[in-house]
């Protein structure tokens, strides 16, 4: 039997995502990204591959075992994260996306999440750090002044400063209209600014001369809640002819986490010691609105380092199922014969399947929303509008569905192993631990619930529900016309319908009830949704794959093709029909949580 090929990714999968359900190539009929086409795509892909190769994957466990500390006064991280960032940076990896008069490559957003994809897979604690910093200079790029961009994208752009998101305060967490932090004029477009950030990822670490903080703050007299919110540049040195300055940003320790040793999450004190000083960026009180074009492309992100993440211990456990025999098929009771290799086993197989089904799945919908978002960016009229509407409703799922079924997925590559799994001789435990956090970066689950059944389903009236519904019945007609697929396309087609019937009841139900009672199971309403998209691109998939079979290939290739039918059926027959229970408890009347008291819980 042939062992997998793969340590952690699959780039097969990678071009037919990218060549053969999207035609991304097709891209390059629009001006801005011109340059990108079949071999341009081919050429990127296997740099990606080579560089995560020779500078992230083998230093994955490494970075778990050597992990990041703070010394008291400045946080140590391990030595192999230096070089890899910087050969991201020269890789161009930082600024890809821009135009090419800001320094960047116009390379479109559905090939550079592909290699982000990759970078995840091989090591998120390596690859978090200068993506964090892309979207940290993208924000002063879109919305800072030419002083700002002179002053700090090179050097990011470059790898030697570190940019973050600081958002995060103690009284506050994710209720960011609640921040505190202090900023008050102090002349020459500069101000003074007082306060606590906590849980800042990449907040403070010698890989970089500098950290550049995009943070949020109150100018004095400022309107309360989230009107009242304005962006700084708040740079840990202060850039100065003398050169860097000490900007008292005061790292006051860093968090223990359960996971991602590597990447560190500061606690950082604002103008304790002395004058902290930050950049204006934009116009003042409106931080919030400039703030989350960073959080939606983080939220791609962290649904692309789940996603990379798991797919790394599907690998991991697939390979080991290639290796270990243990047991017998259950008809065979001669005990004088060898034990079978436990990929043998229905049951192991099922594992494997779920994480194929999960992995490809998630991929698919992270690729089709940066599609979009190319479209967005590069189209024209209706087409890029229409993208747009997509994207935003589909935001919220790219970021959900790949975490909390990535920490599914990664929990049955475990499993696979046994005891062995539990144990670090293995890599298992060590994903398990680091992909359990992104169901928690960018906004929670519930969060994100809340975000989808309170405003993307309204957005545009209603229209980008509506055009995600006339996609997936693209998907669903096509599907009918291949036997193999037309039974899974009247089951896609059947819990699209149950969807659109759950929206419109729980859109009744805002109308007649309160907020508390519309909203108390968003995150089973995020769940239906994500399942649901997951099938629609399954369906495309499968499509895709079917148009391939056609070709009469042998081989590898025809393995291929089967390996996509079968782990579709495999994700209609058990994982769609989970729908049915969350429409039941969707429609349902009973109120369990909302008259839940909190004494009931003691």
């Known amino acids: 039997m042939q062992l997998p090929k793969e340590s952690y990714a699959s780039q097969r999968n990678l071009r037919f995502l990218l060549f053969e359900v999207l035609d991304s190539p097709g891209l390059s009929a629009l001006s801005r990204f011109e340059g990108y086409d079949r071999e341009a795509f081919e050429l990127t ?269 599907y690998y991991a456990s697939l390979k080991y199922a290639h290796e270990r025999s243990q047991g017998r098929h259950p008809s065979n009771k001669d005990h004088t014969q060898a034990p079978v290799l436990i990929i043998e086993h229905a049951d192991v197989r099922r594992m494997l399947l779920f994480q194929k089904a999960v992995i490809e799945g998630s991929l698919g919908i992270l690729l089709k929303c940066s599609y979009y978002a190319d479209l967005t960016h590069a189209a024209e009229g209706d087409r890029a509008i229409e993208a747009g509407y997509l994207l935003e409703l589909l935001t919220p799922v790219a970021k959900s569905y790949p975490a909390e079924m990535g920490i599914l997925s990664v929990s049955q590559g475990m499993q696979v192993l046994g005891g062995a799994g539990y144990t670090d001789d293995f890599p298992l435990e060590q994903y398990y631990r680091d992909i359990r956090v992104n169901a928690i970066y960018e906004g929670t689950t519930g969060i994100h619930g809340i975000d989808l059944l309170s405003r993307k389903i309204f957005l545009a009236e209603g229209k980008a529900v509506s055009l995600l519904m006339k996609e997936v019945k693209s998907a669903i007609d096509q599907g009918r016309s291949y036997p193999e697929l037309a039974p899974y396309a009247e089951m896609l087609a059947q819990r699209a319908a149950a969807l659109h019937q759950t929206t419109m009841k729980l859109i009744q139900t805002a109308m007649a009830e309160t907020p508390e009672v519309f909203l108390a199971d968003a995150t089973l309403y995020l769940e239906f949704m994500g399942h649901l998209a997951a099938g629609w691109v399954w369906m495309e998939q499968g499509i895709a794959a079917m148009k391939g079979l056609e070709k009469n290939l042998q081989g590898a290739e025809a393995q291929f093709y089967l390996g996509k039918i079968q782990t579709l059926r495999y994700f209609f027959e058990y994982e769609l029909p989970k729908t049915l229970a969350l429409e039941a408890r969707l429609n349902s009347a009973v109120r369990v949580t909302l008259e839940t008291k909190p004494e009931f819980l003691h």
């Not at 490559?105 to 090939?111: F, G, K, W």
């Not at 050097?155 to 505190?180: F, K």
């Not at 103008?271 to 791609?300: H, T, W």
Request: aromatic share 10%; charged share 15%.
């Open 45 to 313: 892909l296997d740099a990606a591959k080579q560089l995560a190769d020779r500078y992230l994957f083998p230093y994955y466990r490494a970075m778990d075992k050597d992990k990041a500390y703070f010394d008291g006064e400045q946080v140590r991280v391990h030595p192999a994260m230096k070089p890899g960032i910087k050969a991201i940076a020269d890789g161009g990896w930082i600024s890809a996306p821009q135009p090419f008069s800001d320094g960047g490559q116009q390379m479109p957003l559905v090939l550079h999440n592909a290699g982000l994809f990759l970078f995840y897979a091989a090591n998120a604690n390596l690859a978090s750090h200068p993506f964090l910093t892309a979207g940290a200079a993208n924000l002063i790029r879109t919305f800072g002044s030419q002083d700002l961009k002179d002053l700090f994208l090179e050097r990011m752009y470059h790898g030697d400063w570190q940019g973050t998101m600081a958002l995060t305060e103690p009284q506050a967490g994710s209720s960011l209209s609640d921040i505190i932090s202090s900023a008050q004029p102090a002349g020459n477009d500069l101000y003074r600014i007082k306060g606590q950030k906590i849980y800042i990822s990449g907040g403070d670490h010698d890989a970089v001369e500098n950290v550049v903080h995009l943070l949020l703050a109150r100018i004095e007299g400022a309107p309360a809640g989230t009107k009242g919110i304005s962006l700084f540049v708040v740079p840990k040195f202060m850039p100065s002819a003398e050169g860097l300055k000490d900007n008292h940003v005061t790292t006051a320790g860093i968090y223990g986490k359960m996971g991602q040793k590597g990447y560190v999450a500061a606690h950082l004190m604002l103008g304790e010691q002395g004058d902290c000083l930050g950049y204006l960026v934009g116009e003042p009180n409106k931080g919030l609105s400039y703030m989350f074009q960073m959080m939606n492309e983080a939220r791609i992100g962290t649904g692309l380092m789940a996603t990379g993440s798991a797919s790394a211990a």
